[in-house]
């Protein structure tokens, strides 16, 4: 669902990413992992056709992001870490937007929108306008408005960050279910915990390099992954 192959971004004489390989099958949940500035949300960004990459390319549903860029965003959902939103828009304004953009049809938004509203709670502030809401209650509009065209890959910068627990419960829920229909998931996060339990796939990087990459009981073998993740990172 997701090749990235030898992915390359420099910033001047600066490597940040230095030629990435990524491979996510359909049905598989990738965490993306690494200190601060190690090339998460260049990688991330290069990935959703954000940011020109140096060389390398990216495949998504075996469409190269350079060559057919509309084709492969019509796949993806990209859910940054502090979502930007037209907040003098009202919550189901900005959701029909969306819609609107991906060409769904009216019947089939509305359910969407309802069955996702009703999971994350956000039903009843739907008709507010999107500045007076929380910054879960954005990352909840957010992550309705990343579902309402079923992507086939979801790609998201730390998306459990000002979820509540049952917020974040219920977007393990919906990630699962993104990938039971045959779709991906790559996304970034630091809570390792998280990520040893939900993800299938684990991919660690340092100083824009991989330093591991493969399934998850593979990488971590028998110890955690936040022993194996500082063992290569090379913290005590």
């Known amino acids: 669902m997701l090749r990235i192959e030898k ?17 996510i099958a359909p049905g598989k949940i990738c965490a993306f992992i690494g200190h601060n500035g190690a090339g998460k949300t260049t990688t991330i960004k ?10 390398g390319d990216i495949y998504i549903d075996n469409l190269s992001i350079k060559e057919d860029p509309i084709s492969c965003k019509m796949k993806t959902a990209y ?3 502090n979502p930007d939103l037209y907040e003098f828009l009202p919550g189901i304004k900005y959701l029909n ?9 009216a019947d089939v938004r509305q359910e969407r929108i309802r069955k996702y509203a ?7 502030d739907l008709a507010q306008p999107v500045s007076a809401y929380s910054h879960g209650m954005k990352q909840k509009l957010a992550l309705i408005s990343a579902l309402i065209h079923e992507p086939k890959l979801m790609v998201l910068d730390e998306p459990f960050v000002g979820l509540d627990p049952k917020g974040a419960r219920d977007l393990k829920q919906v990630m699962r279910e993104v990938c039971d229909r045959g779709g991906a998931i790559f996304f970034s996060t630091h809570i390792l915990e998280v ?5 299938d ?25 936040e022993s194996v993740f500082f063992e290569l990172e090379g913290d005590k």
Request: net charge negative.
């Open 46 to 55: 290069s990935v959703c056709g954000i940011i020109p990459f140096d060389s």
């Open 201 to 225: 796939r684990v991919a660690i990087i340092k100083g824009g390099k991989l330093i591991a990459c493969g399934g998850m009981e593979e990488v971590k073998g028998d110890s955690s992954l």
């Open 118 to 124: 009703d999971l994350f709670e956000l039903t009843g």
């Open 195 to 199: 990520a040893e339990k939900l993800c």
């Open 79 to 81: 859910i940054p870490d």
């Open 97 to 105: 937007f969306i819609a609107d953009v991906y060409g769904i049809a």
């Open 7 to 23: 992915l390359t971004k420099a910033y001047g004489d600066k490597r940040v990413v230095d030629e990435v390989t990524i491979n």
